[in-house]
C-alpha cells in the first residue's frame, strides 16, 4: 500500500539553527500540503502545492520558513533560523487533485526546538 | 469566528455508549468533509467523509451532516476503548484549491 514518506521522525535543534524536512508524497498525487501541529490544536495548513506550484502559503511565515517541490514530486520545508515556539509536529499530507478525496497523511516529523 | 469548531472536550464515556462529535463550519461553499482519529503522537487517519446532507454509516460510524445549519457530526456506537483518541473535524473550502481546514479537534476517552 502506497504511504506518505516524511524524514526525520525526530528532529532536534537550537534556536537560531537551520533545520529541513523532507517528504515524499504518494505517486501521482499532484497535491501536496504541509501542516503544523502544536500539541493539542489542529493540523495549522502552512502551504500548499498543485505540482510545483505554490497555491496557498498565506499561513506561512515567509521570514524564516520555506518551502519547495521543484519537479512536483517529493518536497522540503525549511526553517532558518529556529525559534523555540517552532517545536511542533510538522506533517505532511497528498492528494489526488480534482477528486473528492481525502488527504493521505505521512508519519509526520516532531520536532523540538532547545 | 474560526473556520471550523469543535467542542475540544475532553469528552468521556463509558464503554458500550455512543459517542456524539459535533462540528461547525463558517464557508457557506464548503463541500466536502472529514472526520479523522488522532492517537498521541501519531499522525491523523481518516474515519469517514461526507458529501451529502444527512447521514453516512459505516461499521459503527455514523456521520451526519446539515449544511443549511453548517453543521458535522460524528457518532460512534458501542464505543470501546481503543477509540480513545483525538478526533479532528476537516473541511474542504469550494473556492480555493481543494485547501483542507481543520478544527481544533475533540479528546475522547473511553472509560472500561
Known amino acids: 500500500e502506497a504511504e506518505v514518506a516524511q524524514s526525520p521522525r525526530y528532529k532536534i535543534t537550537e534556536k537560531s539553527q537551520a533545520v529541513a524536512f523532507w517528504c515524499d508524497p504518494i505517486?501521482?498525487?499532484?497535491?501536496l500540503y504541509w501542516y503544523r501541529q502544536i500539541l493539542g490544536q489542529g493540523p495549522e495548513l502552512l502551504v500548499q502545492f498543485q505540482d510545483e506550484s505554490v497555491v496557498d502559503d498565506s499561513q506561512l511565515p515567509k521570514d524564516r520558513f520555506s518551502a519547495e517541490r521543484l519537479k512536483g514530486v517529493d518536497s522540503t520545508l525549511k526553517i532558518q533560523p529556529a525559534e523555540l515556539g517552532d517545536s511542533a509536529m510538522y506533517l505532511c499530507?497528498?492528494?489526488?487533485?480534482?477528486?473528492?478525496?481525502?488527504?493521505?497523511f505521512g508519519p509526520g516529523t516532531r520536532l523540538t526546538v532547545t | 469566528q474560526k473556520e471550523v469548531e469543535q467542542n475540544s472536550g475532553p469528552l468521556s464515556v463509558p464503554e458500550g455508549a455512543i459517542a456524539s462529535l459535533n462540528c461547525t463550519y463558517s464557508?457557506?461553499?464548503?463541500?466536502?468533509f472529514f472526520w479523522y482519529r488522532q492517537y498521541s503522537g501519531k499522525s491523523p487517519e481518516l474515519i469517514m467523509f461526507?458529501?451529502?446532507?444527512g447521514d453516512k454509516e459505516d461499521g459503527r460510524f455514523t456521520a451526519q451532516l446539515n449544511k443549511a445549519s453548517q453543521y458535522v457530526s460524528l457518532l460512534i456506537r458501542d464505543s470501546q476503548p481503543s477509540d480513545s483518541a483525538t478526533y479532528l473535524c476537516a473541511v474542504t473550502l469550494r473556492a480555493s484549491y481543494d485547501k483542507v481546514i481543520f478544527g481544533p479537534g475533540t479528546s475522547l476517552s473511553v472509560i472500561p
Open positions: 505517486s501521482g498525487h499532484a497535491t
Open positions: 499530507a497528498s492528494r489526488r487533485a480534482g477528486l473528492p478525496d481525502e488527504q493521505y
Open positions: 461526507i458529501y451529502s446532507n
Open positions: 464557508d457557506r461553499g464548503s463541500q466536502s
